[in-house]
C-alpha cells in the first residue's frame, strides 16, 4: 500500500469514528439534561453522573477535534467540581443553586447546538 | 575487566554482547490503555498508520497484566478509567521495579490534574487530548529516544559492573 493509500485509508476510519463519536455525544446530551432535572429535584448522586459524562464528552471531544463541543463540555465538568469541592467542606452541603443550574443548562445548550451543527458538517 | 589506567575495557565478549544487547534500539511497540472505545480505535488507528505495534487494554489492571506477559517501551494512558485509573496503574508498574517503560499520560490538562503527584507517581510526559496528529507523533519520538538512551545508560553501568567499576 502506498503511503498515499495508507493516509486514505486512516481517512476513512477517522471520518467513520467521528460520525460516531458525533452520534453518541447527541445522545449523551439528551442524558445530561435529564440529570439537570434530577440535580434539579436534589438527587445528589445525579451530579457525579454529570460530572463523568461531561468529563469524557469535554475529553474526547478534543481528541476528535471538536474544540467547540469539548469546551462546553469541560464547563460542565469545571461547575460540576467546584460545586463538589465546595459541598465537600460544609457540614450541611447546599447543593446546586440556581446559579449552577443555569450555567450548566446554558453550556448544555451551546453543546447541543455545537452536536447538531457538527453533524450536519458531516453529512 | 578495568584496565590498570582506569578506563574501562569494555571489549571483553560477555561485556560487549550484554552492551551491544540492551543497546538495540527498542522495538516501536505501543501499549495504549483507555476505558473509551472511540478515543482507543482514535489513537491506535493512528499510530498503526505510523507503522507502530499497537495494543491496547481498557483500564489499568488490564494494562498490568498485560506488562506482566509483554515488555512494551512505551505506554500511552489515559488517566481516569474505572478499575484502575492512569495514576495507580503508574505507580504500581514502578512499584513493580519496571523502570524501562515510558509513561505518557493523555489528559485534557486541566487545573483539577494533579501534576505533582502523576510525576512522583513514575508518570513520564503528558500529552494533551486537544494534540495535533504532528504533536502526538513528535512526543511519541521522544519517548523512544528517551527510552534507548536509558537503555544505553543501563548497558553501560551494566558493563561497568561486569567489568569490575563501580558506576
Known amino acids: 500500500m502506498s503511503d498515499r493509500d495508507a493516509r486514505d ?22 442524558q ?32 476528535f477535534g471538536f474544540p467547540d463541543i469539548s469546551d462546553p463540555a469541560g464547563e460542565i465538568e469545571r461547575a460540576s467540581d467546584e460545586l463538589l469541592a465546595r459541598d465537600a ?12 443550574l443555569q450555567c450548566v443548562t ?15 458538517g458531516k453529512k | 575487566m578495568g584496565r590498570s589506567d582506569g578506563r574501562v575495557n569494555i571489549d571483553t565478549g560477555a561485556v560487549s554482547s550484554r ?10 511497540r505501543i501499549l495504549v490503555v483507555d476505558d473509551d ?28 497484566e498485560i506488562l506482566e506477559r509483554q515488555w512494551f517501551p512505551v505506554v500511552v494512558t489515559d488517566w481516569q478509567m474505572p478499575v484502575m485509573d492512569g495514576l495507580e496503574f503508574t505507580q504500581r508498574l514502578r512499584q513493580k521495579g519496571v ?23 513514575g508518570v513520564d510526559d503528558y500529552l494533551s487530548k486537544k494534540q495535533p ?10 519517548a523512544f529516544t528517551t527510552l534507548n538512551l536509558r537503555r544505553e545508560l543501563q548497558a553501560a553501568r551494566a558493563a561497568l559492573a561486569a567489568a569490575g567499576k563501580t558506576p
Open chain 1, 9 to 30: 485509508t486512516l481517512q476513512v476510519q477517522l471520518n467513520a469514528l467521528s460520525v460516531q463519536f458525533l452520534e453518541r455525544t447527541r445522545g449523551q446530551v439528551g
Open chain 1, 32 to 63: 445530561l439534561e435529564l440529570l439537570v432535572e434530577r440535580i434539579g429535584r436534589g438527587e445528589a448522586d445525579a451530579l457525579l453522573e454529570l460530572r463523568a459524562i461531561a468529563h469524557k464528552i469535554h475529553g474526547s471531544g478534543a481528541m
Open chain 1, 89 to 100: 467542606k460544609l457540614e450541611h452541603p447546599a447543593g446546586p443553586g440556581t446559579e449552577f
Open chain 1, 106 to 120: 446554558a453550556a448544555i445548550g451551546r453543546l447541543s447546538r455545537e452536536v447538531e451543527t457538527a453533524r450536519n
Open chain 2, 19 to 28: 552492551l551491544l544487547a540492551l543497546a538495540v534500539p527498542a522495538e516501536k
Open chain 2, 37 to 64: 472505545d472511540l478515543e482507543l480505535s482514535l489513537i491506535c488507528d493512528r499510530l498503526r498508520a505510523h507503522d507502530f505495534q499497537v495494543s491496547q487494554a481498557a483500564n489499568g489492571q488490564e494494562a498490568l
Open chain 2, 99 to 121: 523502570t524501562d517503560t515510558f509513561v505518557i499520560m493523555l489528559t485534557v490538562l486541566n487545573s483539577s490534574f494533579d501534576y505533582e503527584r502523576a510525576y512522583e507517581s
Open chain 2, 133 to 142: 496528529d504532528v504533536e502526538l507523533y513528535a512526543r511519541i519520538h521522544a
